[in-house]
Each structure stands twice: as structure tokens, then as C-alpha cells.
């Protein structure tokens, strides 16, 4: 096969049906982040664009006139919306005289889900995406390449001396083949399990009740009650929203079968909500907005209704989103992901490296230490 690397300025450039293949041909169960519909979504409605610090530049493996492989990819001029933080490092080349910025971000715009970053059927064609971030870097003239929320199967790739690898911890929940909420809960030990019911009770007795919406249920009018809450509760957290108005209207026309919007109301009125993604084995846990305080309301709204839903559908885990050990006590339990970080310049390459080797122990060390208080019932039945 005749192979060649290109960029591309927009996802728009990429027919859906051949990028949405080379996702597929990973062998990997759908996800929904890396769909040609949810990254056309970002780009279009201005949410992910040169404007907002994310200028699309994917790379492309064409073999034989074909879409052999596609890397979502973008030149960022800040390190906002990642979820992977190298604001420390950026700081420290500045200060040494370096450029940080611009720098290439392969990802999914605020978005901390592990899913293909290198989506190709063949390992050989994984590493030509690998290289061929590289060749951009350098094209460029860019400071660094950070592949962010990579695959198990993608590490090999990047087992090369050019290339770092981080590790950080997320929170997942496992279905363990419940049939219902109540089995979940007898998995748990009684002091979890008592206070699970107990918030579940106070939101109840709070008058607050639940739609979960998916497909043809969702509106327009849905999306204008959780886009004032997302700007509430973002612009509280972070000063600034991502996501513009326009995206959820555009994943309502791109994608309804694939969210699950759910809604707390309450005396008919809507006061919160959950947006989360279903993937092929997998419920993803996004954003939430309130503009009500209820105490327990979060935990509700974002993860006992989720794994109701869950459970309904059968699917095989929550991932919950960035941050978070509050999660443990409610059935989360820690799981390691991973980046892989290209650096052009040596002595930066060389300081980062040896603070990796510390960070990855620390990190595993946090992860031994979480595992110890498992919120699940050990052996003896407590």
C-alpha cells in the first residue's frame, strides 16, 4: 500500500462514512466522542475553532487513495479544555526564553473520555499516525505534540524515546450485572449503602423528580433548560463556558439516539440536569448545570440516575468524567488513564521526563491508597 500523511483544517474536509470507519476498524466499541457527527458539532458551532484556541489540523493516513487512518488533532494557542494540565510546563519554557504555544493537541475538545486517538485496524498504521504527529510538530515549528486520553491499544505506538507517557486517575463504575439500583447497592458495604439511600431520600422528599430523556424525547425546549444551567453552574466554576448554544442544537440533529439528557424538576419547573453520551458499552458522564441548590441534588442528577440508566440498558460502565474521589463512596472506583507527550526541545524533554517517572508513582501510590477504601463489601459481609 501506497501511504501518505495529510492535515486537514476542519472535520467538514473528511466524508462521515470514511472517518467513522477508520473508528470502527480499531475493533473498539463505539464512542461516541470521536464520531465524525460529535466533532463536526464542535467545529460548526463555534465551540472548537482557531477563535476559541482549537484550530482543527487532523491528521490523515491515506493508503491507496483510501482513509487509512485518522487522528483528531488541533493547533492550540492555551492549555484550556483539556483536562490534562501542562500549565507548569508551559511556564517553565517561557521563563527559560522558550515558545510554548503554539503546541498540537490530539484530543477531543473538552472532553476527558479515553477513545481513539489513533484510529487505525493495524498496529503499523497506528505508528505512522504517531510519526506522522511528529512530522507535523516539526512542520510547523510547533514546541510539542500531547496525545491526550489514549487507548490501552494505542500505547504501543507510542513506545518510542520520543515519546513521554503520563498517567492520571479517573472514576468509573463497573456494572456488575445488576438487574436493578437495589442489587448495586447490596454490593456495597452497609455504611455506603445507608448513606446512598439517604441522599436518594432527601432529594425525594425535596419534591424533586427525574425525566430521563434520549432520542425523539428530546427538544429544542429541553436544550434552553440546560443550557441556562450549564452557563450557571460553568460560568461559577470556571468563568467562561465552552460550549456554545448552538453545539447542543447540533448534537440534537447529529446524534439524539446517542445522549441522555436528564432533568431534575421540580413543581414543574426544571431547576437541574445531566447531559451524558451512550456509547457501545460504555454511559459517559459530561456536563450538569443547577440553578437550584438541593443538597444531594449532584449526586442524584449525575450519578445514581445514570446508573439506574445504566443497568436499564445494560451497558458495561459509567465513566463519570475528570477529577472527583467524592465519587468512591457512591460506587466509583479508580482507573488509570494515560497520555503520551512528544517534546521538541531536549533539555525541556529531559526535565519533564524525570518529573513523569515521580508523577507515575505518586499517581500509583494514590491508586493503592484508594483501592484500600473500596466502598464495596469485603469478604467478611460488612
Known amino acids: ?31 461516541p466522542f470521536t464520531s465524525h457527527a460529535f466533532l463536526e458539532s464542535l467545529e460548526v458551532s463555534g465551540s472548537a475553532t482557531q477563535r476559541a484556541g482549537w484550530a482543527p ?17 488541533y493547533v492550540k494557542s492555551n492549555s484550556y479544555g483539556e483536562y490534562v494540565f501542562d500549565h507548569g510546563w508551559a511556564d517553565a519554557y ?23 486517538r489513533l484510529a487505525a485496524a493495524t498496529p503499523d498504521r497506528r505508528r505512522m499516525l504517531a510519526n506522522g504527529l511528529i512530522e507535523v510538530c516539526r512542520k510547523l515549528g510547533l514546541s510539542s505534540v500531547h496525545v491526550t486520553f489514549a ?33 448495586f447497592l447490596g454490593s456495597l458495604s452497609s455504611g455506603k449503602r445507608k448513606n446512598i439511600r439517604k441522599e436518594r431520600q432527601a432529594v425525594a422528599e425535596s419534591g424533586v423528580t427525574f425525566q430521563r430523556l434520549t432520542g425523539s424525547e428530546l427538544t429544542e425546549k429541553h436544550w434552553d433548560h ?9 460560568s461559577r466554576k470556571w468563568g467562561s463556558p465552552y460550549l456554545t448554544r448552538r453545539f447542543f442544537s447540533e448534537i440534537h440533529a447529529r446524534m439524539t439516539d446517542d445522549i441522555l439528557l436528564v432533568l431534575a424538576v421540580r413543581a414543574g419547573r426544571p431547576i437541574a440536569g445531566a447531559l451524558n453520551f451512550i456509547g457501545g458499552d460504555a454511559l459517559y458522564g459530561r456536563n450538569w448545570g443547577a440553578v437550584e441548590h438541593i443538597e444531594f441534588l449532584h449526586f442524584e442528577t449525575c450519578y445514581y440516575q445514570a446508573i439506574d440508566f445504566a443497568i436499564e440498558r445494560k451497558l458495561a460502565r459509567i465513566e463519570a468524567g475528570a477529577q472527583g474521589p467524592h465519587k468512591l463512596a457512591r460506587g466509583y ?11 521538541a526541545h531536549p533539555g525541556l524533554a529531559r526535565a519533564v521526563s524525570d518529573y513523569l517517572d515521580s508523577e507515575r508513582r505518586a499517581v500509583a501510590n494514590e491508586q493503592a491508597l484508594l483501592a484500600q477504601h473500596s466502598p464495596f463489601r469485603q469478604e467478611d459481609g460488612l
Open 151 to 183: 487507548t490501552e491499544q494505542e500505547a504501543e505506538a507510542f513506545r518510542t524515546p520520543e515519546w513521554l507517557m503520563r498517567e492520571d486517575i479517573q472514576f468509573h463504575w463497573n456494572n456488575d450485572g445488576y438487574d436493578r439500583f437495589d442489587d
Open 94 to 116: 517561557e521563563r527559560a526564553g522558550g515558545r510554548y504555544y503554539p503546541k498540537l493537541q490530539v484530543s477531543v475538545p473538552f472532553t476527558p473520555v479515553t477513545g481513539p
Open 57 to 73: 489540523s487532523h491528521l490523515l493516513l491515506e493508503g491507496d487513495g483510501k482513509l487509512a487512518g485518522v487522528a483528531p488533532a
Open 226 to 234: 440546560f443550557f441556562a444551567f450549564y452557563m450557571d453552574t460553568g
Open 1 to 31: 500500500m501506497t501511504v501518505k500523511l495529510r492535515t486537514v483544517s476542519g472535520i467538514g474536509d473528511v466524508a462521515k462514512a470514511d472517518w467513522d470507519a477508520c473508528l470502527a476498524s480499531t475493533g473498539a466499541a463505539y464512542n
Open 333 to 343: 472506583l479508580p482507573v488509570k488513564t494515560r497520555s503520551f507527550h512528544h517534546l
